[in-house]
């Protein structure tokens, strides 16, 4: 709707230093630039009780803009899905939002929790974009959402590429950006301890845009080498009910019990040999495992598999089908599901869910926030997704097929 060049034109509006500053960086440096900053716009009041004008007459979003390597205006996007953002309003309308660009054809944008829900990101991904940009503030939420963990998860789920960078804010645990490809994964999440600083992240990754017509794109085989505002709830602030009783009397190789994971009720099973199969069910909705554990010297960590199916209501609300092989924290089944960051059993798998959706998000977390490809996946026209790994560099954390019933949402 805009022609508008801030670096060259700064005098056209008043209050636009952050736009001016961001164009000229582009146009200096000879950059395209994606940037989150916030947005007003004006409102028209209307007295109808369906209007959703603020009484003050201005709308405030969380803004993603895009320049030109000549600091042109381009682009800019409206976050659609809030997470306690008081001082930000919704867009009327969802936006879809894409630019594109001389060297890599076309992006979309989504900001944060958008990540999690079918608008922007698969509407984009449904309209054939397969490059996606992601400033976000991501509260890490061990064991099946911290950052690099689902940022990679959606790469690999969705077929696409993702740009993720992450607000560095130890106080809120948010850190761990990354350049994801469904072959490669270039990445850097924070330990304790180290500064809280930026990191710069530079990666040659191919494109992956099918209407690109530049010059020939770069190629890349599949390889399972790996560089060195989601809800967010800690272990504490959920309610749960005690374990049942009954659990520990049942035989140790068939008992299940309810452990509490990211503030939703799953249901687990113990790993209690050394390997063998498991399934393990919500309703109706079973995950297979396949397993032989690696331990490391005197090693004895307890693992379990967990099945979730169902609307998860804390710090947002959506639909999900899990199938999750977790450490647990400790050496009592209460501990299955709570945040662990390390582990040192090694384990080879294969782990399989049929799920009602074909949005199924694959990670493996080993110990110290490392990624690993899994060696194998495949899914198939029924829902069944199955996930194969062996030859692990480090400790297992957590092997998860995240599969979001978007359709669900809105029942």
Request: glycine share 6%; hydrophobic share 35%.
């Amino acid at each position: 709707q805009e022609s508008w060049n801030p670096c060259t034109e700064p005098s056209r509006y008043n209050n636009t230093e952050v736009l001016q500053r961001l164009s000229c960086m582009a146009r200096q440096h000879n950059l395209y630039l994606v940037a989150n900053m916030p947005d007003h716009q004006p409102c028209p009041l209307r007295t109808s009780p369906s209007s959703s004008c603020p009484s003050d007459g201005r709308w405030q979003f969380n803004t993603n803009v895009v320049f030109r390597s000549d600091g042109q205006l381009v682009a800019r996007y409206h976050k659609q899905n809030l997470y306690y953002e008081q001082e930000f309003d919704t867009p009327p309308q969802p936006e879809i939002i894409t630019f594109d660009t001389p060297f890599a054809g076309r992006f979309g944008l989504l900001v944060c929790f958008d990540i999690l829900f079918h608008e922007p990101t698969i509407s984009l991904v449904e309209r054939g974009v397969r490059q996606l940009i992601f400033p976000t503030a991501w509260m890490n939420e061990l064991p099946l959402l911290d950052s690099v963990q689902f940022q990679r998860a959606l790469s690999l789920g969705a077929n696409v590429t993702l740009l993720a960078a992450n607000l560095r804010f130890n106080q809120l645990l948010m850190k761990g950006s990354g350049i994801y490809t469904p072959f490669s994964a270039t990445y850097h999440h924070a330990r304790k301890g180290d500064p809280e600083e930026g990191r710069l992240l530079v990666a040659r990754i191919p494109v992956l845009d099918p209407l690109w017509v530049g010059q020939s794109a770069a190629t890349e085989e599949p390889s399972s080498s790996q560089a060195a505002d989601s809800g967010h709830c800690h272990q504490g602030s959920c309610v749960q009910p005690p374990t049942p009783a009954t659990a520990s009397a049942v035989s140790p190789s068939t008992a299940t019990f309810i452990s509490y994971m990211s503030c939703d009720p799953y249901t687990f099973v113990l790993l209690n040999e050394t390997e063998g199969k498991l399934n393990v069910c919500d309703g109706t909705f079973c995950c297979h495992l396949q397993y032989r554990q690696l331990p490391q010297g005197n090693s004895k960590e307890l693992y379990a598999l967990g099945a979730f199916a169902g609307t998860h209501t804390v710090n947002g609300r959506y639909v999900l089908q899990v199938c999750a092989l977790v450490r647990c924290a400790g050496s009592e089944t209460s501990s299955c599901g709570q945040e662990v960051e390390e582990a040192e059993t090694k384990m080879d798998f294969l782990l399989e869910g049929k799920f009602g959706t074909r949005y199924v998000y694959p990670s493996v977390l080993a110990s110290h926030m490392v990624l690993e490809q899994p060696e194998h996946l495949e899914k198939t026209a029924d829902g069944r997704v199955t996930m194969k790994h062996s030859n692990m560099t480090s400790g297992l954390v957590t092997a998860c097929l995240y599969g979001r019933m978007y359709h669900l949402d809105n029942e």
